[in-house]
């Protein structure tokens, strides 16, 4: 997918420097040339050697070397570059950049480019969130500089929060994003279910299930970012609303069932969501006292969204795709469970405990299609949505075979 494209990567001096090596490694092997520069502070974590054997080129640092100024100056560096990301970005290069210092070769290249600037933050959680680097992102971000994440999570310094650098595979997906044709899926509609939903046993209890509402939530922004019109219908999850998207907000199944059909005609359903399969047969409106040592609930079924929007008929999306969670058997079962919904495509995934699916940032899923089923490795949540959504766009628009 990226064949022929140009990444210029700048390693800045940070302890999440050592991921741009398996960064490097999964951009050649997607088949980009990278150049790299490291500032003074990068070779402090990783060695300038590492970073030629993985890149195949020569790596620059030095903003006075008489024989890199000869050989590729610090302009020609940036304008042979397609694209250049900053990565990891430390507080300091992100302070630098935004004011338009040049002290050394990185900076001066930053400053010199016209191509678009991607930046990685990775830092401790208090300097992301002093006022200082606040202000530096905005004004980057103004500037049409990208800022990829940072991430919330256990950090090199002991301490937790959000400062982490997002994972090499997701800054994968945003590269191989800015690359991939985005007009893609202009004119079509979409239409996700994401998140669990919760079923009222009274007015304070609920049943509901482990969904956290990721991999739904990245596919609805993966449909956005390829142009198409899309609607979300999300259970409760913590997930932010993916922005282009029109988001419908639903407690239970029947509201989830009622806010799809209120959606249609869409050319395509990807149905995501951790529907809870029952609900309490007969609803209490007062809170049930703890009278007994049991109590039995009856339940009864929900509908079938996916099922239902399976259904021959004039609203049927062009393209209905399913998920099947498991937690063994998953490529026998998503086959059988394509059949049984009427769905047609579905994607098997793993949620055994072990898997660390639900919750997590990591899916290995199986996509069943009308011609066969396939095992994808295991891979970032977003980088599923993003293969996925650009299967979904080979269906409506393939594209012309490269030479
Ligand atoms: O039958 P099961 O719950 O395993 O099927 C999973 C698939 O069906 C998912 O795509 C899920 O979104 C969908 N589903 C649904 N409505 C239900 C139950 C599941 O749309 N009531």
């Not at 937690?327 to 793993?350: F, H, L, P, Q, Y």
């Amino acid at each position: 997918m990226l064949q022929n494209k140009r990444i210029l990567l700048i390693i800045s001096g940070g302890i999440a420097a050592y991921k741009c090596l398996e960064l490097l490694r999964l951009l050649r092997e997607q088949g980009a040339t990278v150049r790299c520069i490291l500032t003074k502070s990068a070779t402090e974590f990783i060695t300038p050697l590492s970073v030629a054997t993985l890149s195949g080129e020569k790596v620059y640092g030095d903003l006075f070397s008489l024989t890199d100024e000869y050989g590729m100056g610090h302009i020609k560096l940036s304008r042979d570059a397609d694209l250049l990301v900053v990565v990891p970005a430390t507080a300091n290069i992100l302070a630098r950049m935004a004011q338009g210092i040049a002290d050394d070769l990185a900076t001066t290249v930053l400053l010199a480019t016209n191509k678009k600037v991607m930046a990685v933050p990775s830092m401790n959680v208090r300097m992301w969130e002093h006022a200082a680097t606040v202000s530096n992102i905005k004004t980057l971000q103004g500037r049409g500089v990208e800022i990829l994440g940072p991430n919330c999570g256990a950090m090199a310094c002991g301490e937790y929060g959000e400062g982490r650098m997002v994972e090499p595979t997701e800054i994968l997906t945003a590269i191989r994003t800015h690359f991939s044709d985005n007009s893609r899926l202009n004119g079509l509609r979409a239409l996700v279910t994401s998140g669990p939903t919760h079923e009222p046993i009274d007015p304070v209890r609920y049943i509901a299930n482990r969904s956290s509402g990721k991999q739904g939530h990245a596919i609805a922004s993966a449909l956005v970012r390829l142009g198409a019109e899309t609607t979300l219908v999300r259970g409760p999850t913590n997930e932010p609303d993916p922005d282009g998207a029109k988001v419908i907000r639903v407690e239970t199944a029947c509201e989830m069932l009622k806010a799809c059909k209120n959606a249609l005609p869409t050319d395509i359903a990807v149905c995501a969501a951790a529907v809870s399969d029952w609900r309490i047969k007969k609803e209490t409106s007062q809170k049930i006292k703890k009278e007994n040592a049991e109590l039995t609930l009856s339940l009864k079924e929900n509908p079938d969204i996916l099922e239902l929007l399976s259904q021959p008929g004039n609203e049927r999306p062009r393209l209905v795709v399913g998920f099947a969670a498991e937690t063994s058997d998953v490529a026998e079962k998503a086959i059988s469970k394509r059949g049984k919904k009427g769905c047609d495509w579905i994607i098997g995934n793993d949620v055994s405990p072990k898997s660390g699916t639900f919750g997590g940032d990591t899916n290995q899923v199986h996509l069943v299609t009308e011609t066969g089923s396939e095992s994808w490795p295991k891979m970032s949540k977003l980088e599923v949505a993003d293969l996925l959504v650009n299967r979904i766009a080979d269906q409506f628009r393939p594209q012309a075979p490269t030479e």
